[in-house]
């Protein structure tokens, strides 16, 4: 991976920022690396309990977001965001660990992969497949650096008074035991080595109502504030816990939920695009369908060195949906308030003013 713009053009930027000394350096993957030794004495800045981490902060973004040396454990990473997200990682210099529960399915991606990657196959409601994960990831890779907590199931709307306490413990088991189980195996391995970056992937159903259905929104709720716990907790043994919290992504979930066959649904995402394009309009602000890619970035930044000041974050990739309602709809209903109340004014007795003489004369009496 190489960095943007020219070495001329990153110097220059480097000695009007910080006037430090640059010199190149070679990094220990053999990649050539500016270092500004006035500013760190090279190329290992300390953290605020002494410790060296290796940490070009100068170098550019660009070159901040590889993963060279790097291993990951993605839950759910058989099909849509999971899939994409360990294709993306392998790209950048990961090694992999593809984790889901449909053999056939994961072994074929880590195939497409090529030696970075792995299958294990696992369910993430259960805590001893969850241990036998992690454990297994170590044992292929020695060390653990990004756990990606993407496992999931579909979204089922029904009322408060209709709930179905199986069905809500399967959603739970799933979307937060399973997020949970995953950190409590992941931790002790990422605190040894005293850094690690633990991702989950939430969903803006967690932080808003209306759009999903109720078990599902909950138990994102709770996955999301668990990242703040756990931000807080982790943080002094240099571990990062942040959220991914996307809108409506063509994936696969929607044909699941539609009672396709997970092969059928993985595989055409398309319909899922053209069905969210055609609702598209009322809800976001930006006119783009969101896809599994998009997710993928957002965990790249994360998982990389780029992020490493973002903790407890919920980073949330929905095309402006939490920002508030598209203009188009909200000038719709601007104008329709504005010929309301004109309407009502004209049908008043009062209206065209004379309410207001009146009034006037009486206070004047």
């Given at each position: 991976m190489s960095c943007p713009g020219s070495t001329s053009q990153m110097r220059a930027a480097l000695d009007v920022a910080q006037q430090a000394t640059i010199q190149p350096g070679v990094n220990?993957?053999?990649?050539?690396?500016?270092?500004?030794?006035?500013?760190?004495?090279?190329?290992?800045?300390?953290d605020w309990r002494g410790?060296?981490?290796?940490?070009?902060?100068?170098?550019?973004?660009g070159a901040m977001l590889t993963l060279e040396g790097k291993v990951a454990v993605i839950t759910g990473g058989t099909s849509g965001i999971g899939a994409g997200t360990a294709g993306l990682f392998v790209e950048h210099g990961a090694r992999v660990v593809i984790a889901g529960r449909r053999r056939d399915r994961g072994e074929e991606v880590a195939r497409a992969l090529g030696q970075s990657a792995v299958f294990v196959r696992t369910d993430v409601g259960v805590e001893a497949d969850v241990k036998t994960m992690i454990e297994q990831s170590v044992a292929r890779f020695g060390r653990l650096d990004c756990l990606v907590n993407n496992a999931g199931m579909g979204s089922q709307y029904v009322g408060i008074a209709e709930a179905d306490f199986d069905q809500l413990d399967r959603t739970i088991a799933v979307h937060l035991r399973g997020v949970l189980a995953a950190m409590k195996h992941a931790v002790p391995i990422m605190a040894a080595q005293g850094t690690g970056s633990i991702i989950t992937v939430a969903s803006i159903n967690g932080t808003r109502a209306g759009l999903g259905g109720l078990y599902y929104s909950v138990a994102k709720a709770a996955s999301i504030h668990l990242t703040r716990c756990a931000a807080v907790e982790l943080g002094e043994k240099g571990i990062r816990i942040n959220t991914i919290?996307?809108?409506?992504?063509?994936?696969?979930?929607?044909?699941?939920?539609?009672?396709?066959?997970?092969?059928?649904?993985?595989?055409?995402?398309?319909?899922?695009?053209?069905?969210?394009?055609?609702?598209?309009?009322?809800?976001?602000?930006?006119?783009?369908?969101?896809?599994?890619?998009?997710?993928?970035q957002a965990a790249?930044?994360?998982?990389?060195?780029?992020?490493?000041?973002?903790?407890?974050?919920n980073l949330v990739v929905d095309g402006g949906i939490s920002a508030g309602w598209p203009i188009a709809v909200a000038r719709d209903d601007i104008a329709l308030f504005g010929e309301t109340f004109r309407a009502r004014r004209t049908s008043s007795p009062e209206g065209s003013g004379g309410g207001s003489r009146r009034r006037a004369g009486h206070a004047t009496s």
């Open positions: 220990k993957y053999g990649r050539t690396i500016l270092k500004t030794v006035a500013l760190t004495g090279g190329c290992v800045a300390p410790r060296g981490r290796s940490f070009c902060g100068t170098t550019g973004v919290s996307p809108g409506p992504i063509a994936t696969g979930i929607f044909g699941k939920g539609a009672g396709l066959e997970h092969n059928e649904a993985d595989g055409n995402p398309a319909y899922a695009e053209t069905a969210i394009a055609a609702i598209l309009p009322r809800l976001q602000p930006l006119p783009y369908v969101g896809r599994a890619a998009d997710i993928a790249l930044f994360l998982a990389s060195d780029a992020a490493r000041l973002i903790s407890g974050h």
